[in-house]
């Protein structure tokens, strides 16, 4: 399999895009909950201002991931983009499993709320829930592309 971009090999622009996305979403992800446990070692939960460095983790990946597909795109430049029948197969597929994921990962902050617990653990166990799903969404895409679907 071909390396980051790089069209070569087979690698569609749908693929190359999963890529782009999964590496947005584990970078910001990663990054937001390193920053988070640094911050709770020495600050309590309550007191904790973490609103601002969500938003900004949110906001990277965003940007992360424009910019990852721009460079896909120019990578595909003077190829065929069109996604062919394995691209929405494992499209298909792939979005599935993660919305189960999801679906269940979305039942902790859902319990937390109903047990009324601080608004730091539910809006950051939401996050989470979000970053795991679509990171394993990222991965089980991969795994499909890999075993040809």
Not at 111 to 123: K, M, Q, S, Y
Request: proline share 3%; aromatic share 14%; net charge neutral.
């Amino acid at each position: 399999m071909s390396t980051n971009f790089d069209m070569g090999e087979m690698m569609t622009i749908t693929e190359a895009y999963q890529r782009a996305y999964g590496f947005a979403s584990f970078a910001t992800a990663a990054a937001y909950f390193v920053w988070l446990a640094v911050q709770l070692s020495h600050t309590p939960a309550a007191e904790l201002n973490y609103v601002p460095a969500m938003l900004w983790a949110i906001g990277a990946s965003f940007v992360i991931n424009s910019l990852g597909r721009g460079s896909a795109a120019h990578a595909a430049k003077g190829t065929d983009r069109r996604t062919d029948e394995r691209d929405r197969d494992v499209t298909r597929r792939g979005d599935a499993l993660s919305f189960y994921v999801f679906s269940c990962l979305a039942a902790v902050p859902l319990v937390l709320g109903l047990l009324e617990v601080d608004p730091f653990w539910i809006t950051n166990s939401l996050f989470g829930a979000f970053a795991l799903a679509a990171v394993f969404g990222v991965v089980v895409k991969a795994v499909f592309y890999a075993k040809v679907l």
